[in-house]
């Protein structure tokens, strides 16, 4: 049995954990937020079992936002331009969170895309929701003074936009390790 002066570290260091949770929490609460150059064009709602993909085709064009939150359980999202079946093992983008899942499709990318939904292995089934946006920002190129749009938007409608898509990836990183911690510690404790 451990001493009781060994134990209150690691009931402190539990606490932070689950602190940290509770900030996740809110922030995915106020993760609905989207720039208003964000125009919804779908929300897919689904299914799906443990170590399963299921697959979506894109066809529309322009710069388009996947935004995928897992309702119960672990889906992640994987995107390609080169196969309509997407996996862990072929794919151009990805994003493999333990809650929201974000990715970024350019323009340039050939359509259709493939989407690939997988069920993590932790959980029996996951139930998600993904919405999708077409990203009508104009970006601002910094070796000129003329700015391009996918949408046929006029130089004089810019918009200065700059996407978050580094700090993000970072961010959700970073949750992923503190929530492997924290189902490590707590499988230790219990």
């Avoid at 570290?9 to 809110?26: I, K, T």
């Avoid at 066809?59 to 388009?64: M, P, W």
């Avoid at 993000?168 to 707590?186: F, G």
């Amino acid at each position: 049995m451990a001493a009781p002066w060994r134990a209150a570290p690691c009931r402190r260091a539990l606490l932070m954990l689950l602190a940290s949770q509770a900030v996740a929490l809110v922030k995915c609460l106020e993760a609905d937020d989207v720039p208003e150059e964000w125009l919804l064009l779908h929300v897919v709602q689904g299914q799906i079992g443990a170590g399963n993909y299921s697959y979506l085709r894109l066809n529309h064009e322009g710069k388009i936002v996947l935004k995928m939150q897992s309702l119960r359980g672990d889906a992640d999202l994987y995107v390609s331009d080169s196969t309509l079946h997407p996996s862990f093992d072929d794919y151009e983008l990805q994003s493999v969170t333990c809650g929201q899942d974000v990715v970024f499709i350019p323009a340039h990318f050939q359509r259709p895309v493939g989407i690939g939904i997988y069920g993590h292995p932790s959980h029996h089934e996951s139930d998600f929701e993904m919405k999708v946006y077409l990203d009508r920002t104009v970006e601002q190129y910094p070796f000129g003074e003329a700015s391009y749009s996918t949408d046929g938007a006029e130089a004089g409608q810019k918009h200065a936009y700059a996407p978050e898509e580094a700090s993000q990836e970072e961010e959700s990183v970073l949750w992923t390790i503190l929530i492997s911690i924290l189902k490590l510690v707590l499988e230790i404790l219990f």
